[in-house]
């Protein structure tokens, strides 16, 4: 089913039961040209003009994101290991399936926030910071910097939206979406990995050693 005909599909639904309710609402779907796009109907939850709501939450098991870099970069230019403590910082962010990412402070995230947080008693946040530093050893003629893994977390939930005024000729819109972000350290027995990791320097970052000030040294260089 393509996004479109899940949108329409979703204001039918809830127009038929809307007029029973005594909510005008039209139970006849608008036409193709009319349909919304998903953006367009998070863009209108994200500025208040529509009406909305994250539905039924559902929390998924946590995993392990995908190892980055989140430190500078080592070099050891000299004859023996070298080691040096370093700082590193991550901060990591949601994004939606529908595509985008979610703003800290917008309306979008607040919605998510009181949606999950009724629900699960669990206060989820869009956005993690985490700084510490760690001390690095490089072996002569390698390069060593600082990985880290995030603990994230899948939601699935349906957005909807009600509008003062017919819309795209309805009342209400339904979009499903699935958020991913990063969890606390320690859900469901999950925890972030910071590690360090190391490789041969590439011929270029050899000729950085081969003179100037950099020369039997050990350095470090910007991400």
């Known amino acids: 089913m393509t996004m479109n005909h899940a949108l329409r599909y979703g204001s039918r639904t809830l127009a038929l039961a809307a007029t029973a309710l005594g909510v005008i609402a039209t139970a006849v779907p608008a036409a193709a040209e009319e349909q919304p796009t998903a953006e367009q109907i998070l863009a209108d939850c994200a500025s208040g003009e529509g009406k909305c709501s994250f539905n039924a939450p559902q929390l998924g098991k946590a995993y392990l994101g995908e190892p980055r870099q989140v430190s500078d970069l080592l070099f050891n230019c000299t004859d023996s290991p070298a080691s040096q403590s370093m700082s590193w910082a991550d901060t990591v962010g949601s994004s939606h399936s529908v595509g985008g990412s979610v703003t800290v402070g917008g309306g979008i995230e607040g919605i998510i926030t009181a949606s999950v947080t009724a629900t699960y008693n669990y ?56 958020v991913t972000g990063p969890a ?24 950085l050693c081969a003179g100037g000030s950099t020369q039997d040294e050990v350095f470090t260089r910007s991400r």
Do not use: C, L
């Not at 390069?143 to 795209?168: E, F």
């Not at 350290?185 to 000729?207: C, F, I, L, Q, Y």
């Open 123 to 178: 206060t989820w946040q869009s956005s993690r910071t985490e700084t510490s530093s760690f001390t690095v050893t490089v072996k002569p003629g390698e390069v060593g910097w600082i990985s880290r893994a995030q603990v994230m977390q899948q939601i699935s939930g349906t957005w909807q939206t009600h509008y003062d005024d017919r819309k795209w000729d309805h009342y209400y819109w339904f979009v499903p979406d699935t």
């Open 184 to 207: 606390p350290n320690g859900t469901d027995g999950k925890h972030s990995a910071v590690v360090v990791k190391s490789r041969k320097m590439t011929a270029d970052e050899k000729k």
